[in-house]
């Protein structure tokens, strides 16, 4: 099969400060819909609308903002046992440990770890699947191509998180050597090329499934991002985002790094979204594009040509 | 490694009657840029621009217009040996040969065999790389998101090529069994849903990568296919193809079938092509999409819920 | 003032056969916003969300389709008195007469009559003001830019028709000498170029408020027009429309004529609608587009080059 | 005549610190076209690919940037006499003088005013008509929609300015009770509602053709404005400006006022420019839109909500 190994990114669980206005952000602002909860309601289960799983947004009621973690969907059990079995291997990540099927609604065991930046990363291979919602005569049979009665900005999935840390060799190398990904793009000092600051990863033809920049912190969230496919949708969020007073941080922008369109805003907690839409089709044979430190300005944000003050220093 | 084995649609040779025309049409209107040519002038070798291989489609002057081969990058030469051999064991092929490194400009060994419907389709494994042309200090450093003095339409790459043959199952099961394709959508009878009337193959997160209707002739094509990467840029293409008097076909309008927005128009030769944007992410676990034949209308031209007079009797 | 005389078109009313699928149509598809109905059900009054006075469609049950009359407004009542007078004076319409206030609601005094074409066409000077909902802090008061709660295709406003006719000379002359309106484009035979086969007339900075084509009917309604703002509208529009079943004549596509950006098609009653969005900024000093007879395909339809079937031949 | 006055702007004419370096940015960036020079070469006349007219841009070599004069287009000589003895009688002029028929070429005679903000405007009624390149078939005859050959950003045409200005009610006073302009939008203290701190003025159908706001400043240019035709071509527009490394100020974004979706940038000499898409349709019986000083950020800037630093406080 030519998709193997991790497939994408299944879930990110993340912490918000009070459930209520998390959730009116994130449904209807944002557009995900709810697909579970706790008993208790400590925790909110949300999909977008053209994500065929049962949820790819964990919300959890806590005293910080931030990632608890980032699970991948593998394409197969056997895949899950011999990556957690690389990964042991490996002796790059701490704190492993099986979490039993169902502890999230509809999914199957998932594989814990803490990888080198100090990320909590999860690998599961089965999800229960709700589908998208666009079937006319049953699901997936002769769909329209979007289904009706979205809210909000509705992007159609969750795509990757940009997280921050300091050991981005450590993760770079698992990665990369353990969990099978390609570099697509890497932000490196000038003087010395081997000195990543930054590196977009993908398992995908996408530009990216999650990157990392190096700050002298541990697992610490600078934003999660859903997928648009247009930039005059990005225009749409960004009115969307001005009407319901949601504190938007950058944007509408074009990124260098992914050529993505792209608007940057907070969730109630403070943990930094992204919509966007745009990009290039990865291949693996593709050369890896290289950014020097002094463009990091236009790496980031093409058109400024340079970083607000938040991009460094907000993060979750 | 995530994605492995056949990676991409990595060229198309087309036959056209006369080059001149021909390369006015692909160079001038469609915009591709020319990278080599025979000694004889006989085959004219071009790529997209952010294609960053060598070339991706190739001209021959011939007698009759049509496809002679369909070429597909594969991963590594390992690869391309195991495949030649799982075809050769599969026994679904015919006419199996090897073509010399260099028989293309640029390019490896390359592997032949024509499949069920009668197409002649191609594995290789190197291809010189040429780049995009988007570096700013040196090949893929520090890029802009798009090259200056692009001409015509300038798709970013050819995407993939929808074509007509009697054997769809035979051709079916080589690309899924041997090849490690996902269906992504099919269109079937009502009354037999194994009974398959269209397919729609990916090796890849596209929704398509090559796709088949049944038709009892053998070796067909009906549009070579060239990504886009906007709605409003397949409006600019009508009116480039009407300023240049280029036949369209059909559209600007939707696809039912992978959701794409598109427009189909012929080249001097009456090949068909296809200019597109949007469509879905595809994934090896994402639910096959079902279109009954009763629904072939909308599955291929959405808004229309019809198709025109030239879908299933013009190809070439 | 520098927009005096005639503003804009300010209403259409129109039969339909049946009320309850029309107001599926108009409200639920289309998207207008019902402001009122006739004590016996028999009128029904909708406007466009952009538009603030009280209603632009006015629809009637009726045993045929087709437009009943076509309302301008005007600057004024002095406006409205001297025009009556004018039309009166020109000796170029039939049945002239005054419908009282309130015959529409919210509607002053009509000026009633008809043209050389056949068809009925009113002034007035007066409508309530409704507003478009995007005030925040009361109407009209920091507003935001489209409001929340829109259905369906929501155009933001009535825009244009496009009516068949017999005796275009004179209806050419009315609008021009009397009502004072310019002609942006015209199709003329090339052999004879005073002869008109189509007259395009905007009373504004738009390419058109009415056009004319000549045929040998009375009265007739080829198309009234909805105003969408984008091309990505127009794509969103035949999903819409297509999910909907409703029957599209044409399009997306783009019009020679104007530049227009558009998608034809029926409401349930067999009248043609448009939406669409682009065009030019017209001026009263900028030259008369003219198109040949020979070339009426891409003066109508850009991309296809060629008039449909139903474009001569299908009006209500 | 429907519309009458004062058509539209006609000409801006800027100051620039160096020739060269301007033409570079309007010719190849922006994208104008050079239509005529001085002899000398100190002025040279520029115009967008849509616009008709011989020119609308005059830059002239100067020690200081900013603004030298901004010419409107009247219907008529009847007009330009009537309007200057209008302005002559209005008593809010100063500096009243006739500009020679062929002192800009092509250009019949102008009248020229200083206004009470202290920029000083002109009137004319006469200028050469080029054409926009569309015509396949002599000029204006069965016109492609957008000519071939453009370069850079390419607007269709300079749409209005903002000045900044001391005298704000006596400007208003003049473009509303001499000149026929409209108020479409305003901002006022909330506690003074006839306390103007901006006033959109309009003579058209456009959301606006000149704009002030009250500065403790004479004759002074916040931006100079293009109209570019949709929200992707700001995009573009971006992109070419980065990829030039033109200054960016802000965008692309939306203003609340006018919703225009915009992009400001800044000429070689600090002359800001903007390209914008999108607006409302304007008529002078559309309700004035009103927006708080406390509501300035979104007016002008919808989507951030705030004013950039250099909003109020950069201007040439």
């Known amino acids: 099969m ?130 998208n919602g666009c079937g006319t005569d049953g699901p997936n049979i002769n769909p329209d191509p979007w289904p009706e009665g979205l809210k909000g900005i509705a992007p159609s999935r969750f795509d990757h998180a940009l997280l921050y840390g300091d050991d981005l060799d450590g993760t770079v190398k698992l990665f990369t050597e353990v969990l099978g990904f390609s570099i697509s793009e890497r932000v490196v000092t000038k003087d010395n090329p081997d000195f990543m600051i930054g590196t977009f990863l993908t398992c995908s033809n996408k530009a990216h499934d999650v990157a990392f920049i190096r700050q002298p912190v541990k697992g610490k969230l600078h934003h999660a991002s859903f997928e648009l496919g247009s930039w005059e949708k990005v225009l749409r969020a960004g009115d969307i985002l001005s009407r319901k007073r949601v504190k938007i941080d950058m944007g509408p922008t074009r990124h260098g790094i992914t050529r993505g369109e792209t608007i940057y805003f907070f969730d109630p907690s403070g943990n930094r979204n992204e919509v966007f839409g745009g990009g290039y089709i990865f291949y693996p044979d593709k050369p890896v594009i290289t950014w020097y430190d002094e463009t990091l300005g236009p790496a980031i944000f093409y058109h400024d040509r340079q970083l607000n003050d938040a991009f460094l220093s907000v993060f979750t």
Chains 1, 2, 3, 4 share one sequence.
């Open 2 to 131: 030519a998709l193997t190994g991790v497939l994408r990114p299944g879930h990110i669980a993340l912490r918000v400060l009070e459930m209520g206005p998390a959730l009116n952000h994130y449904v209807d602002v944002l557009g995900l819909i709810e697909t579970a909860r706790d008993d208790d309601g400590k925790r909110v289960f949300l999909k977008a609308w053209d994500e065929h799983d049962h949820h790819s947004v964990v919300l959890r009621e806590a005293d910080e903002a931030g990632m608890d973690y980032f699970g991948w969907k593998v394409d197969s059990n056997a895949t899950l046992k011999k990556m957690a079995a690389d990964i042991e291997d490996s002796g790059l990540c701490e704190d492993l440990q099986w979490i039993p099927s169902g502890e999230h609604p509809g999914t199957g065991e998932r594989f814990r770890f803490t990888i080198p930046t100090g990320h909590v990363m999860e690998l599961y291979a089965e999800k229960v699947i709700l589908g």
